[in-house]
């Protein structure tokens, strides 16, 4: 499709697993983001890739979140033991370049139980 | 860390009045500020940015203000449909940044044209 795509579009958990979430960015987009959506805590920023250049890991909230992005187009966000406060939309995006201008997946719903 | 925050949780309006969303944001040193839309189960929507050197920027049927000496943004919507129904949310970014996709985003406006 013309969009970013994501997988799973809902995944329940328990506790401690590991899961893993997909993206598929627009084709041709060089930037490709990873946020999460909570009722408490809103759109926040996670990581960002850009290019060939060191991802931004800034907004990762422990060491049990990672990502990575595979030749520069397909991305895959890991979260590891899974606790009940991951439980979130995790949205993808991509852009051209470094514009504000993000282009959102719908989002994989993350339930831990 | 600063954060962007939105004065009004909720707004309803009728079709066809002009709508305003308002935001205000305490970083003084973003220069970069855009609106986003998210309907229902989909992902965000961008809808207009401005740069801080604008105080006023216009798009199909939307504005969005900036006061920089109130840190102050606003979103207008004239003539509004039962379309534009949806949550908008305000985001700030810094060129001191990685990146604009980078951005801190306010809590979200739901808004709700009535037919």
């Known amino acids: 499709g013309a969009g970013v795509s994501q997988s799973p579009s809902n995944k329940v958990t328990e506790k401690g697993k590991d899961v893993e979430l997909r993206c598929d960015p627009i084709?041709?987009?060089?930037?490709l983001y990873w946020y999460r959506q909570s009722l408490g805590q809103g759109l926040e920023f996670l990581i960002y890739f850009q290019g060939n250049s060191a991802p931004d890991k800034s907004g990762l909230p422990s060491d049990r979140f990672s990502a990575e992005r595979t030749g520069g187009s397909v991305s895959t966000l890991t979260i590891q033991r899974t606790q009940q406060e991951d439980s979130a939309v995790y949205l993808c995006?991509?852009?051209?370049?470094?514009?504000?201008?993000?282009?959102f997946g719908e989002g994989s719903r993350l339930t831990v139980l | 860390g600063e954060s962007v925050g939105l004065h009004l949780p909720t707004l309803s309006v009728q079709e066809g009045d002009n709508s305003i969303i308002n935001c205000a944001y305490s970083?003084?040193?973003?220069?970069?500020f855009i609106w986003y839309k998210q309907e229902s189960g989909k992902g965000p929507q961008f809808i207009i940015d401005?740069?801080?050197?604008?105080d006023k920027r216009q798009g199909q049927r939307v504005t969005v203000l900036l006061n920089k000496t109130v840190k102050h943004l606003s979103l207008q919507i004239a003539a509004t449909q039962p379309g534009d129904s949806a949550v908008y949310f305000c985001a700030e970014a810094n060129a001191g940044g990685t990146s604009y996709g980078k951005l801190t985003f306010g809590q979200g406006t739901i808004l709700t044209v009535h037919p």
């Open positions: 084709s041709g987009h060089t930037a």
């Open positions: 401005i740069r801080s050197n604008m």
């Open positions: 970083n003084s040193a973003s220069d970069y």
């Open positions: 995006a991509s852009s051209r370049g470094t514009t504000g201008e993000l282009f």
